[in-house]
């Protein structure tokens, strides 16, 4: 295969490749349909001098010291420690829910019994899906686990996706867990940091090689086309010999053949306020829709170093979840997978279709229909790549 690689989209997978393929000798070309780099971890200076993630609170975590190493050639680091608050019976208690959380919420006798009959069941500093814990054997942990899955999880899940927690993979309400600990931390992982300088400044780097050339602005479906019958590949009518790494969606480059694939989106509201708006960075609403129709506000300058941000205005985004329509009105941003058993089948039946292209790569959370973590999409880029790498 020449060295050449055309890729589709500049988020992690795309530029993550990009500067792995280019530093081998690749030349490379990414086609972004965006007018900015980064994906949907792009963030800019606000009119407010706020550090704004404009799809949404982006927080780097992980424990892979490979993404660590990767992403360290292109930025220094900011410390932090995500902590989250949700909104229950007109409190703010910590999320994913904890020992801190059955305090405040139950008076003191209570609170110290119900926390022992958990540490009982399943000890200390342990990690128990809602699912799992509503399953319990012990008459007084499944009352807790109703109590929990009514005010954290019911309500935020139905409308996160639109269905019931019962509905949808167990995985998805997994991720956030009841956590018999008192450490009120979102993540626990070994590494919590923020690029000092925002994650644009760290993709900006990393895509500044001469090999690397980035054309913004550019719908590559309207220039790339698959010829299944001859499992070629076609830009602008020419059959193209060089790697084609694809980072947006399937079904959008196999022109939806196979259907729609069923997302989640979100909708922003954005305000400016006065000083500062709220405790934490992010504060979770848990409650019915029909007493605040969102999920979360998120704080974005919380996130970022104090000194960096402004003191006397803040800027907040409330989140909206709603269906994903292509050419809706609203809902235009491809966020969520929805996993379900007729989704995944779709899935396959597209990979299938393209499964024989050797020099066609489908890669990140669109092109694999998957739920990626920011590091999870860097150390998966380098895996794929290694395979390009003489
Ligand atoms: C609301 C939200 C919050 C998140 N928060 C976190 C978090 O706190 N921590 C964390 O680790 N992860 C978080 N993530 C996940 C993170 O966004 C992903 O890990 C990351 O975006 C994956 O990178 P990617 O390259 O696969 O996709 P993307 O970042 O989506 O990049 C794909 C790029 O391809 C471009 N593209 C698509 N189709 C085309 C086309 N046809 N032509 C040209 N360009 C195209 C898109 O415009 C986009 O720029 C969050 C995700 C969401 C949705």
């Known amino acids: 295969m020449k060295k050449e690689a055309l890729i589709v989209g500049a988020g992690y997978a795309g530029s993550v490749s990009a500067r792995v393929l280019a530093e ?19 963030d800019y200076i606000d009119e407010n001098g706020v550090r704004r993630h404009q799809y ?7 424990s892979s010291q490979q993404a660590v190493d990767f992403l360290s050639r292109f930025t220094d680091w900011y410390p932090y420690e995500h902590r989250v608050l949700g909104y229950i019976e007109g409190q703010l208690v910590p999320i994913p829910f904890n020992l801190t959380s059955i305090d405040r919420l139950f008076e003191q006798e209570k609170a110290e019994h119900l926390k022992q009959v958990l540490t009982d069941s399943y ?44 509905e949808i ?14 450490d009120d931390r979102y993540f626990q992982d070994s590494f919590q940091k923020m690029p000092a300088e925002g994650f644009t400044v760290m993709f900006r780097k990393m895509l500044d090689h001469p090999r690397i050339r980035v054309q ?41 053949c196979q259907g ?10 954005i305000q400016t306020h006065e000083g500062d708006y709220q405790p934490v960075g992010t504060v ?31 800027t907040i985004a409330i989140e909206y979840p709603c269906v994903y329509q292509r050419n809706g009105q609203k809902g235009r ?43 999870a999409a860097v150390v998966s880029a380098l895996k794929a790549c290694e395979a390009y790498l003489d």
């Open 24 to 42: 081998a000798g690749w030349q490379v070309t990414i086609l972004e349909k965006r007018n900015h780099i980064a994906g949907n971890a792009y």
């Open 56 to 62: 949404g609170p982006h927080i780097f975590h992980t």
């Open 123 to 166: 000890g200390r500093e342990t990690k128990v899906p809602i699912l799992q814990l509503r399953q319990s054997s012990d008459p007084e942990v499944r009352r807790l686990a109703e109590y929990i899955y009514e005010h954290v999880f019911k309500y935020y899940t139905m409308k996160q996706w639109g269905y019931s927690a019962e």
């Open 169 to 182: 993979d167990p995985a998805v309400t997994g991720r956030v867990p009841v956590h018999i600990s008192y």
């Open 216 to 256: 913004l602005n550019t719908e590559a479906c309207e220039h790339i086309r698959i010829d299944l019958s001859q499992q070629k590949i076609l830009v602008d009518g020419q059959v193209f010999d060089g790697l084609l790494i694809y980072t947006g969606l399937i079904d959008e480059l196999l022109q939806y």
């Open 260 to 269: 729609d694939l069923p997302y989640r989106s979100l909708e922003f509201e």
């Open 284 to 314: 979770n609403y848990p409650t019915p829709a029909s007493q605040h129709p969102y999920t979360r506000i998120s704080e974005y300058k919380k996130l970022m170093r104090p000194d960096t941000q402004p003191k006397d205005r803040t």
């Open 333 to 375: 941003v491809p966020y969520y997978p929805v996993f379900t058993a007729a989704s995944r089948a779709q899935y396959e039946a597209y990979r299938a279709q393209v499964a024989g292209m050797e020099n066609l790569l489908l890669l990140g959370r669109l092109a694999e229909y998957r739920y990626y973590n920011m590091d």
